[in-house]
Each structure stands twice: as structure tokens, then as C-alpha cells.
Nanobody, 124 residues
Framework: QVQLVESGGGLVQAGGSLRLSCAAS????????MGWFRQAPGKEREFVAY????????YYSNSVKGRFTISRDNAKNTVYLQMNSLKPEDTAVYYC?????????????????WGQGTQVTVSS
């Protein structure tokens, strides 16, 4: 069982930056691949980025590639999402999630545990 708590969301102007954090409980954090997803009002939840259990492999959606960076610190049971050059279309609730599925996937249904989400709002 893993419990996830996101933080770091907020209101930022277009072109600005935010860093999201996701703190995980439990001693088995390093066994999970971790992903970030987002959901805008009236839209389906969509994949943003994932990182393998070791941190050695990352993958991004085309919409955030080159602007967002996912990382993890297994000693701190925390995964991060550094978001730069933010755009109004990045506005959404951002969720972190943990997956034991191999190979790591972008599919929402492959993630076993989810946080409660943190709101990111980018003003134009």
C-alpha cells in the first residue's frame, strides 16, 4: 500500500515555473514507477510524464517535452515535476501516481495508487 500526497501547485503567470512534489508513504517506494497526470475541467485525465523505479528512464507527453522534468529521490520517498515555460493550457489538477506495471506505461489504468491532486493555474 502506498499513500501519495502532492504539493506545490498554485497560480503562476504564463512563462513562469512551478515545482510539484509528491511524497509517498511506505518502505517500498523505490519499487514503483511514478507518473504525473493532469485533468482539466471537462476533459479526461491525461498522461504528463513518468519515471522508472531507479530514475534511469523517463518519458514525457509531447505537450510538455522540453518544458517539464520529472525526477525522484528514493531516499526521501519523493517524486518531483519541474514545470518551466508554463502556458495557460497547462492549467489543470495534477496528480501523481504509482505503478508496478512493467514496462512502464502512459495508461491511466496501469497505475495502482493516486494522490488527491494539486491545482495548477496559469494565467495569460
Amino acid at each position: 500500500q502506498v499513500q501519495l500526497v502532492e504539493s506545490g501547485g498554485g497560480l503562476v503567470q504564463a512563462g513562469g515555473s512551478l515545482r510539484l512534489s509528491c511524497a509517498a508513504s511506505g518502505r517500498t517506494f523505490s519499487r514503483y514507477a511514478m507518473g504525473w497526470f493532469r485533468q482539466a475541467p471537462g476533459k479526461e485525465r491525461e498522461f504528463v510524464a513518468y519515471i522508472s523505479w531507479s530514475g534511469g528512464r523517463t518519458y514525457y507527453s509531447n505537450s510538455v517535452k522540453g518544458r517539464f522534468t520529472i525526477s525522484r529521490d528514493n531516499a526521501k520517498n519523493t517524486v518531483y515535476l519541474q514545470m518551466n515555460s508554463l502556458k495557460p493550457e497547462d492549467t489543470a489538477v495534477y496528480y501523481c501516481a504509482a505503478s508496478t506495471t512493467f514496462p512502464t506505461t502512459t495508461r491511466v489504468d496501469a497505475y495502482d495508487y493516486w494522490g488527491q491532486g494539486t491545482q495548477v493555474t496559469v494565467s495569460s
